[in-house]
């Protein structure tokens, strides 16, 4: 059975900083591609980032590149979302997915699977 733990959600001020870890087990991490995504409230669960299983090589979406960058641990089967420059528009759960599409820049729309519980970031201006 897959699981997806997130963690590191946190209340932070505006632009502070903040890394989410996603612990996985159940899988075979190293083959898997990782995502990231993200539900405001009151709005649709939206893409963020991921990153390829086979070089490492990763995608963001426009509002979040240059400010977050997405890495993975394949010794710790954990990926991370760090977020530099948060800006009050970054609050939401965000989510840890796994198994997405293979080519990045369809990630957001062809996820896999399996999904984490959610954390929460807030970010106060």
């Known amino acids: 059975q897959v699981q997806l733990v997130e963690s590191g959600g946190a209340v932070v001020q505006a632009g502070g900083s903040l890394r989410l870890s996603c612990a996985t087990s159940?899988?075979?991490?190293?083959?898997?591609?990782m995502g990231w995504f993200r539900q405001a409230p009151g709005k649709e669960r939206m893409f963020v980032a991921a990153?390829?299983?086979?070089?490492?090589?990763?995608y963001l979406e426009d509002s979040v590149r240059g400010r977050f960058t997405i890495s993975r641990d394949n010794a710790k089967n954990t990926v991370y979302l760090q977020m530099n420059s948060l800006k009050p528009e970054d609050t939401a759960v965000y989510y840890c997915?796994?198994?997405?599409?293979?080519?990045?820049?369809?990630?957001?729309?062809?996820?896999?699977?399996?999904w984490g519980q959610g954390t929460q970031v807030i970010v106060s201006s």
């Open positions: 990153i390829s299983w086979r070089d490492g090589l990763t």
């Open positions: 159940g899988l075979t991490f190293r083959y898997y591609n």
């Open positions: 997915n796994a198994g997405g599409a293979a080519v990045l820049e369809n990630y957001g729309s062809s996820p896999g699977p399996d």
